[in-house]
């Protein structure tokens, strides 16, 4: 039986296991293998201790810890709870299989400046973990900034011309959003209240009663558009930008840290902050599904438009994200149930995508999807699993997404919104268009004995398949055993 002084330890540990790894990892520069070993080391290390405090969270426990008392009404603090424990589960624990299968990619293209890059990934899963067991709004927006600054260099990292226009439209989005409209709100909210510590429940937030109904809903929409690694529109276009990104990064981009830590800070100040009940009293929840219903369906006709594999998942990306938050915002339990769980559904499912795109152009160098005829015949596992996590983004049974689509269409229902059910149905077969010529011109399109250049192509290394090869059997088993993260999305909103 663990002591519960350990348990106030194990969320330090967690934040700080990475963070640890990265002067190790820079010390380790001349020896890629010690170096590689550390990035290891500090993610079975982080993804324990998070282990381990799902199990007291299930046990029906909250770990806070002070970490620094600022003023004496606030503190950076953190909170291990139901909903936090989701994403730093996912998160941590696809650190581990993202590090393989970087390992694979980076050495597979001699890339440059490696240490720099395991540097910079190690702190950004510090910030995400960070994020995730936030106690409060101040805690939340510095891990928040920190992220933005840590994946800056990843963005940056080809260092060319391409690659710096991407880093800095990515890092005036990201800060522009969050400094100009995150950081206001805060202040404002705490003069109003004196307080910036998540409510303990879903209902009432920290919104003090009698805030003006103009100002709350000033607020509200501040929140929702200066978190701009939700990817809603027009916040969103960092995102395709940032594709010009190593493919190890645009997974971290899109399916593990930033876009989750977008959406995941969204949902976190819709719930925490303001609470489902005044979100219904002001019908912030409708007008904000409708706002993502616009993002999900115009960024879908914009992905069935891309030709580039790596820019039509980027804007896939963008549609999925606002699931999450259409879910939160349409209000009803099952609603809810459903935004909370794609967090996780779309993250194994994406990651998985994002490395078949990589793994693609490591063994061939080809970039679009027109180029692709006939390579499911010689990477059959690499394209199977594309297919595999084309259909949980899809929403076909068994897979992830499926559960997600599931309950949101069940909570649109019980909301009335057949206009939301129209638009999840209509997205759906926008998900068909752009994702299933892939997987059918890798597997049915022109062979390789027509296509010279494919001659000699075979799967990428193993250390890239074999991680594409368990994310997506992952995004699999999520589908067919949605209990094992259902039972700490009930608990959110019990």
Not at 162 to 169: H, L, P, S, T
Not at 421 to 443: D, E, G, H, K
Request: hydrophobic share 55%; glycine share 8%; with cysteine.
């Amino acid at each position: 039986m663990l002591s519960a002084a350990f348990y106030q330890t194990a969320p330090v540990i967690a934040l700080c296991a990475s963070l640890g790894a990265v002067p190790l990892i820079a010390l380790s520069r001349r020896h890629p293998n010690l170096r590689e070993f550390w990035t290891f080391a500090a993610a079975a290390l982080k993804f324990s201790m998070v282990l381990l405090l799902a199990g007291k969270v299930l046990a029906g426990d909250v770990v806070e810890v002070t970490l620094i008392q600022v003023l004496p009404e606030l503190a950076i603090r953190l909170r291990v709870d139901a909903f936090g424990i989701i994403f730093a589960l996912v998160s941590s624990f696809l650190w581990i299989v993202a590090a393989a299968y970087t390992i694979g990619y980076m050495r597979g293209l001699s890339e440059h400046a490696q240490t720099r890059f395991f540097t910079c990934f190690a702190l950004s899963l510090c910030a995400a973990i960070g994020v995730a067991f936030s106690g409060n709004l101040l805690t939340l927006y510095l891990f928040y900034e920190m992220l933005s600054l840590s994946t800056y260099p990843l963005v940056a990292h080809h260092q060319d011309k391409e690659g710096r226009g991407g880093a800095r439209k990515y890092l005036t989005f990201l800060l522009g959003g969050s400094v100009g409209l995150v950081l206001p709100a805060m202040i404002i909210v705490f003069t109003l209240g004196g307080n910036l510590t998540f409510a303990d429940n879903i209902h009432h937030g920290i919104i003090p009663p009698g805030t003006g109904d103009t100002l709350v809903t000033c607020l509200f929409f501040a929140f929702l558009f200066g978190f701009a690694k939700n990817g809603v529109m027009p916040m969103h276009a960092w995102l395709p930008g940032a594709m010009v990104a190593p493919t190890p990064v645009s997974a971290l981009l899109h399916a593990v840290a930033v876009v989750k830590v977008g959406v995941f800070c969204t949902t976190r100040v819709m719930l925490y902050v303001f609470g489902i009940d005044l979100m219904d009293a002001l019908n912030l929840g409708i007008v904000t599904a409708y706002i993502v219903s616009f993002t999900i369906v115009t960024a879908s006709i914009i992905a069935m438009t891309r030709d580039n594999l790596k820019s039509r998942l980027a804007y896939s990306t963008i549609s999925q994200l606002s699931y999450i938050i259409l879910g939160v915002a349409l209000l009803t339990p099952a609603a809810v149930q459903g935004g909370i769980i794609h967090i996780a559904n779309h993250a194994f499912a994406k990651i998985t995508l994002f490395f078949c795109a990589g793994a693609v152009y490591v063994a061939t160098r080809k970039k679009n999807i027109s180029e692709m005829g006939g390579l499911g015949r010689v990477m059959p596992f690499t394209f199977g699993a594309f297919a595999l996590a084309s259909l949980s983004m899809i929403g076909a049974p068994p897979v992830g997404g499926f559960i997600t689509k599931w309950y949101l269409l069940t909570g649109a229902l019980e909301a009335g919104q057949m206009a939301i059910i129209l638009v999840l149905l209509a997205s759906t077969m926008l998900n068909i268009v752009y994702f299933a010529p892939v997987t059918f011109q890798a597997f049915f399109g022109r062979s390789q004995d027509e296509a010279p250049g494919n001659t000699g192509i075979r799967e990428a290394p193993l250390l890239m398949v074999v991680p594409i090869v368990a994310a997506a059997l992952l995004s699999l088993l999520v589908g067919i055993f949605p209990h094992v993260m259902m039972q700490f999305v009930r608990m959110v909103i019990s």
